[in-house]
Structures are given as C-alpha cells and as structure tokens.
C-alpha cells in the first residue's frame, strides 16, 4: 500500500504533532517527520525538491480529519451520459 509507512508515523506523532504544530502541515518520508509548514503548497513543493518522483506524505495536523466524498461517483453521475 502506497504511504503506508509514512500513514503510521503520522499515527504514531499525531499526540505530539496537535500538542505542538495544529494547523500545520507535515511532510513526512518514511519514518522521518521532515519538517511542519503553514500550507500545503510549502510542504509539497519541499517534498519535491528533497524526493522528486518518489512518494511522500503532506498531511495537516487537524484533530477530525475531513473526508472528501466524491457526490458524483456515489450518485452514480461518473460514467453518466448526457
């Protein structure tokens, strides 16, 4: 699975992470937290400058985390046509 190992080192500092850098967004390779940044664009352009075409995590540092619902695709609106 893509990320898995960079998922779980999130996991695993997400205490530390809402403690300290709420708000943020972390750019993580591996088992590393690289470095936390105000947005998203900051942390992925970081990522790949330092990695390039190799995976990486940008993730925010939210206590609920929000899940994007794609509406069409659950409404059966993909392949829809009109």
Request: proline letters at 5%.
């Amino acid at each position: 699975m893509p990320l898995e190992q960079e998922l779980a080192t999130f996991e695993a500092m997400k205490p530390d992470l809402l403690r300290n850098h709420a708000g943020k967004f972390v750019l993580i390779k591996g088992d590393r937290l690289i470095d936390t940044f105000d947005t998203s664009e900051n942390a992925y352009s970081e990522g790949v400058q330092r990695f390039g075409q190799e995976p990486f995590l940008v993730k925010p540092v939210r206590e609920i985390e929000e899940i994007y619902r794609n509406h069409a695709l659950y409404s059966g609106l993909m392949n829809a046509h009109f």
